[in-house]
Every structure is written in structure tokens, then in C-alpha cells.
């Protein structure tokens, strides 16, 4: 008793203080939202097998801007594609445009052509064609090249088989669920679960595979490309020391892991359309 006692006054302090600093964001004005728990907010009230629907069905009563509060962070969830377009371009930091000039990427549809030609080839011979695994190829050589400037889905080669493993073994992460995302003072949580070991390795190994293809660009017996691909303008941009953003490597990565996610979603895509089509119509 006397032990649990002690622990109870040691916990009151840390108790007082998340119920204070919630009471206070209480009463700031905000977008309207259900009604949430002290210290939990309103995590108890959102359904993790299918978030997105459940949000946008909230968003119905509370309107398309709604104030959520996940554990201890304060969340805003837009649901209006005007809204959110409005909230991008207002608070976006203004990337060059030079990215995605016509004038440093040529037209890909040839590629289209290629994808096609070959199934009428595949088709003319009497074989089977996996129409699926076909464009999903295709898409996804499609932006390695305009990223990287390989094509890592072309042979299906061991480096195409690593490519795939690291992203989804990302995308497991990401929807893991974290106590520290909503609980900042329990990141122990999350490494005795064996989630922050996870989430370290995999960053370490993307690092390693974005850090290789640095390289090979950064390679002078490397033979100048005929078309350059996204790595090139920003290594372009990490040499020109008048860019008012000095480009390191980290930020170079950090971009290329957002296009790595252009792949991924692609694929989804051809994989799922139904599901994409209904999920688009939706918003």
C-alpha cells in the first residue's frame, strides 16, 4: 500500500500537468470536434481498420475542418480538397519549378508504346500476359527513371528485390501504431515493443541504398545521361552554392524517399483501381 501510494503522488504531478496544458487548449478557439477523454483525447473514438472512412464520416457532422486530440497532440483534419489546396499553397515552401519542367524531362510515352507493344507481342506468340504486373512494371520503371535514372522493375533483379522489401517493410512502419506519436514521454513503450528498432534499421538501410545511388552519380567515370532524372538537378542544386537552401545529402534523400512513395502508390493503383476509384471519388 505504501508503494502504491508513493507512485500515486509521484504520478499526481504529471497527472495535474497534462490535465492543465489540456483544459488550456480547451479554451482556445477551435474547429468543432467530438468531444474527447482527458489524456487520451479522442483515440478511443477512432476506428484503425479503415481511419480514413471513419474520419471522413466524422467530418460529415463536424464539418470539413475538425479539431481531434490524438493523446497529447492537438490534430487538425481537413477533409475539403479546396481546404486543403488553400493550406498547401499558403503554407508550402516553394520548390523551384524547375523540377517539373518539360524542358529537363522528356515526354514518356514511349514507354506507353513499349508496355503496349509487348503485350501485343506476348499476345501474337499465344502467351499469357500479366497485364497487372505489366503496368505495374511500367509505372514504376517510369519513376525510378524520372527520379533515380534507373529501372530498377526492368529484369526483376535482386536490386528490384530489395527496392520492394525496404518499401514495404516502410509502409508496415508507417501504420504502426507509435505511443510516442501520441504520447511523447513514452518512447520506451515503443522500443520495448520492439517498434523504434524497426523503424532504425529500416531508415539505416534506405540510407545505405539512397546513399549507392548518390554515388553512382557522383561517379566522374560515370557516361553522361541523355536524359537527366530529379538526383541530377538536385545534386545541380547541392553544388551552386548562390541556391539560397544549401542542399545537403539528408534533404537529397529525404526527397527521394518521397518519390519512392510515388511508386508505391502507383503500384497500389494498378493493383487496387476499384478501391483507388472509389477512395478518389469519395474525397
Excluded at 516553394?94 to 506507353?112: C, D, E, I, V
Excluded at 566522374?220 to 530529379?230: L, V, Y
Excluded at 545541380?236 to 519512392?260: E, G, N, P, W
Aim: net charge neutral.
Amino acid at each position: 500500500i505504501t508503494m502504491a501510494l508513493l507512485i500515486l503522488l509521484l504520478a499526481l504531478p504529471l497527472f495535474l500537468f497534462l490535465f492543465k496544458k489540456y483544459k488550456t487548449t480547451e479554451e482556445v478557439h477551435l474547429p468543432p470536434g467530438p468531444k474527447g477523454l482527458p489524456l487520451v483525447g479522442n483515440l478511443h473514438q477512432l476506428d484503425s481498420s479503415n481511419r480514413q472512412k471513419h474520419l471522413w464520416e466524422l467530418s460529415k457532422k463536424y464539418g470539413p475542418l475538425m479539431f481531434l486530440r490524438l493523446g497529447s497532440k492537438p490534430t487538425l483534419v481537413v477533409s475539403s480538397a479546396k481546404m486543403a489546396k488553400e493550406g498547401d499553397e499558403k503554407n508550402n515552401c516553394g520548390p523551384p519549378l524547375q523540377l517539373k519542367s518539360s524542358s529537363k524531362f522528356p515526354n514518356y510515352k514511349r514507354r506507353s508504346s513499349s508496355l503496349i507493344g509487348n503485350i501485343c507481342e506476348s499476345a501474337s506468340a499465344s502467351k499469357p500476359s500479366d497485364l497487372t504486373e505489366a503496368m505495374t512494371s511500367c509505372t514504376s520503371n517510369t519513376v525510378c527513371r524520372i527520379a533515380f535514372g534507373k529501372k530498377l522493375y526492368e529484369d526483376g533483379g535482386s536490386e528490384r528485390a530489395r527496392f520492394e522489401e525496404l518499401l514495404d517493410e516502410t509502409e508496415s512502419i508507417f501504420v504502426s501504431f507509435y505511443i510516442s506519436d501520441y504520447f511523447p514521454y513514452m518512447g520506451w513503450a515503443d522500443k520495448i515493443s520492439g517498434l523504434a528498432a524497426r523503424l532504425e534499421k529500416n531508415f539505416k538501410e534506405f540510407d545505405v541504398f539512397y546513399q549507392e545511388i548518390i554515388d553512382e552519380h557522383l561517379d566522374s567515370k560515370r557516361s553522361k545521361p541523355a536524359e537527366e532524372d530529379i538526383l541530377d538537378v538536385l545534386l545541380q542544386m547541392h553544388k551552386d552554392r548562390s541556391f539560397k537552401v544549401q542542399l545537403t545529402f539528408d534533404h537529397i534523400k529525404a526527397i527521394l524517399m518521397k518519390r519512392a512513395e510515388w511508386i508505391q502508390t502507383s503500384a497500389n493503383d494498378v493493383r487496387n483501381p476499384r478501391e483507388d476509384a472509389g477512395e478518389t471519388s469519395t474525397v
